[in-house]
Every structure is written in C-alpha cells, then in structure tokens.
C-alpha cells in the first residue's frame, strides 16, 4: 500500500511538472514575400526566372510550447500568388494555395529561429487546373512585444517542373497566455 501511494505521489508530481512546462500558445501570421519561379524542364523560355509576388496568411490553431523556449505547431496556410511581371507578352499565372505544415520554433532571448516543412494544393489563376506542391522554410524573427513579432523568412516551393524561391515578411500575433490556458 505504501508502495502505491509513493508512486502516485511522485507520478502527480511529475504530471504537475510536465503540465507547468507545457503551454498552449496559438499564433497568426500575416506576410507578403517576393517570389522566383524557375522552369526546371528543358524546353528553353526567354528568360529563366519569372517574379511575382505572394500574400500569406498562416494559422497556428495547434502549438505547444515547451518551457518556455521550444514550440511545435501544425500550421494551416492560405497564399495568393500574382501573376508573374510580363516579359515580351508572356507571363506565368499565378494561384491561390491552400498548405498543412509542421514548424519547430526555438526561441533564444527575444529572437526566434523556424523552420517549417509542409505540402498543400493549388488553384491556377482563371484556369480550371491545380497541382500539388511541397514548401519548406526558414524564417528569424524578433519579439517587438510580448504578442507580436517581425518575421523575414526564406523559402522553396517546389512544384512540378517548377522551383520558387520566397523571400519576405511577415507580422505574427500571438495570443496572450492567460486567454487560452497558457502559463
């Protein structure tokens, strides 16, 4: 009997410790890169990259925290690609994207470092077409206040045939703690 009563003492305590260190921190990002799309096939094009522009919205619904300093996240993002910038009456469409991500985040004092792995589908601009593509990410940021920080982030998405480059930033808005359960 003592035996038991020990060990759930101890698994209570170790529960209450767990518990402490684990926070629920959800966050927004609201971003806007400038992005190269690369043709990866081998029919020539008259110019080898094309820019356009992209707006990204990003939700973190599900993010944990860990001591303070270790955050994990499922993240959902909407982008709206442009239009590429015409180039001897040619341009490339852009989309509308629609990706699922999972970021790791690691605060170091009040910057952060992310990086983020993810793959999702997208919309051809006035088409009636879409593809699949992956995107991966690399992004520092620093706290301005205690809910909001300022992102510049770096990326590749790749499609078929086709590799973009994102480089941009981008506001997060982080819900305070005491709102959502967070310690």
């Known amino acids: 009997m003592r035996r038991t009563s020990i060990a ?15 926070s629920y921190t959800p966050s927004m990002d609201i971003g806007s890169s400038l992005v190269l799309c690369n043709n990866l096939t081998l029919e020539k094009e008259p ?7 992209a707006m990204d919205i990003e939700a973190s619904p599900l993010s944990m925290t860990i001591d303070g300093r270790h955050t994990v996240s499922l993240a959902v993002k909407l982008s709206r690609l442009s239009d590429s910038l015409p180039y001897m009456n040619t341009l490339m469409l852009g989309s509308t994207r629609l990706g699922i991500f999972l970021d790791y985040e690691v605060r170091i004092s009040c910057f952060t470092v992310s990086v983020n792995l993810g793959a999702g589908y997208a919309i051809v601009n006035r088409q009636d077409m879409g ?53």
Do not use: Q
């Open 47 to 53: 110019v080898d990259s094309r820019t356009s522009f």
């Open 131 to 183: 593809y699949v593509y992956t995107d991966t990410s690399i992004s520092a940021s620093c706290l301005v206040d205690e809910y909001i920080a300022m992102v510049l982030d770096a990326g590749l998405v790749y499609r078929r045939e086709y590799l973009e480059t994102h480089v941009g930033v981008a506001m997060k808005l982080m819900l305070p703690s005491g709102i959502t359960g967070g310690r």
């Open 8 to 22: 759930s003492i101890m698994a209570l305590m170790l529960l209450g410790t767990l518990h402490a260190g684990i």
